[in-house]
């Protein structure tokens, strides 16, 4: 099946620092890709659309200043967590939907950010 | 709006017992409806769909889910456990209107396999 590639899988980094995640579509074009965020033993919440070409599109109470989500090509969407603190401490998952668009997503592995 | 529930934080099963994790789901008109994995630190992976035909969806690893319009449920279920089967479950809606490829997922359920 189509594959998502997430980079880095884990990071760690100081408070008030800029941390950047990338997710690729590795054999398959995405004009959309999903991110989400996790808590510990909680469910995915959906942050933003990522969009080819154009904005994302942010989902109600996340911050779009500090979640920076551009969406470059067809293959790459990145998330900046700019001025990052504790509590944006977390595991970020991207995925693309499936190309037959039957709402089948394809997830990334996921990012550990661990903010000191 | 659309929501999904998974009214079980845990399950624990024996192995080589049949397992059942449950879901409901609130969406206007017909769904799509998704069964996931995800294991410790990891991203994701499917498991089965429902989008049309038959209510029974067989899908990875030996599971099956069926689709049930009155209750609107769509509970997954494997008739033997296997320990490696112990991860966390979530189930996801997705409305066929208003088409964002936006999935909605339940609180996931915790699957624990005991040998």
């Known amino acids: 099946g189509a594959v998502v590639s997430q980079h880095p899988s884990w990071v760690i980094c100081k408070s008030g620092t800029s941390v950047k995640i990338e997710c690729r579509s590795l054999d398959f074009q995405a004009t959309t890709m999903f991110w989400y965020r996790q808590f510990p033993k909680q469910s995915l919440m959906l942050m933003a659309t990522s969009n080819e070409g154009s904005k994302a599109t942010y989902e109600q109470g996340v911050e779009k200043d500090k979640f920076l989500i551009n969406h470059a090509s067809l293959t790459l969407s990145t998330l900046t967590v700019t001025s990052a603190h504790p509590e944006d401490s977390s595991f970020y998952i991207c995925s693309a939907p499936s190309t037959g668009n039957t709402g089948e997503l394809f997830f990334g592995e996921g990012s550990r950010l661990t903010v000191l | 709006a659309q929501s999904v529930a998974q009214p079980e934080d845990q399950v624990n099963v024996a192995e080589g017992n049949p397992l059942t994790v449950k879901c409901t789901y609130s969406v206007s008109g017909n769904p799509y409806l998704f069964w996931y994995v995800q294991y410790p630190n990891r991203g994701l992976q499917f498991l089965l769909k429902y989008i049309t035909g038959d209510n029974l969806v067989k899908g990875s690893y030996g599971f099956e889910a069926e689709f049930n319009k009155s209750q609107t449920s769509f509970h997954l279920k494997k008739p033997s456990a296997l320990v490696s089967d112990s991860a966390l479950y979530f189930c996801?809606?997705?409305?066929?209107?208003?088409?964002?490829?936006?999935?909605?997922f339940g609180q996931g359920t915790t699957l624990q396999v005991k040998p």
């Open positions: 996801a809606v997705r409305g066929r209107l208003g088409n964002t490829g936006k999935l909605i």
